[in-house]
């Protein structure tokens, strides 16, 4: 027999405890879904929680879906709801003629990853991708490039350049 699916997710496990804010848990769950790493292992790597903080809320949240019984349908958490229904917003702002067929990445531009105090902001621009430890202007201010990966956006070719403050 199978184990039981877990009913409550990881990301609003850590919001119901109170280990994280919902900032926080947006950017691991942008870099979660954008580097295919376990969300638990993102939140090591940042700094987040501890290694035996994610093992004690791995098994909570098996205990949990143990006493339900498995997966009782609601299988999103709050925190990711809500970066989906942002990537949904990025992705109706960006521009389709910047949009190209697979094999043309220089012409497709790249995406900005922009932090802020009330989560962040993708951002589409033409050219290459800035490389990493390089200044890049966005709204009237001058953040660096601490990453590059991806596209956040399902199925976007594009590279992501994840910028924060110097």
């Known amino acids: 027999m199978d184990a039981p699916r877990p009913t409550v997710p990881l990301g ?4 119901q405890r109170g280990l994280l804010d919902e900032e926080q848990l947006e950017t691991a ?9 376990m969300l638990g292992e993102v939140l090591v790597e940042r700094g987040y ?25 609601d299988g999103e958490s709050r925190g990711i709801d809500l970066l989906r229904t942002r990537v949904a917003e990025a992705e109706a702002e960006l521009d389709p003629a910047v949009e190209r067929p697979a094999g043309a990445e220089t012409e497709a531009g790249y995406v900005l990853f922009v932090p802020s105090p009330s989560g962040y902001s993708l951002i589409a621009r033409s050219g290459e991708a800035p490389p990493v430890g390089s200044e890049v202007g ?3 201010g001058r953040l660096v490039v601490v990453k590059l990966g991806p596209s956040p956006l399902p199925g976007d070719p594009r590279r992501c350049a994840f910028l924060d403050v110097p």
């Open 12 to 15: 609003q496990l850590v919001l």
């Open 49 to 73: 929680l501890t290694q035996g903080q994610i093992a004690g809320l791995l098994d909570e949240q098996l205990a949990l879906a143990s006493e339900a019984g498995g997966d009782d349908g």
């Open 29 to 37: 769950l942008a870099e979660h879904l954008s580097s295919g790493k």
């Open 138 to 140: 966005v709204s009237g």
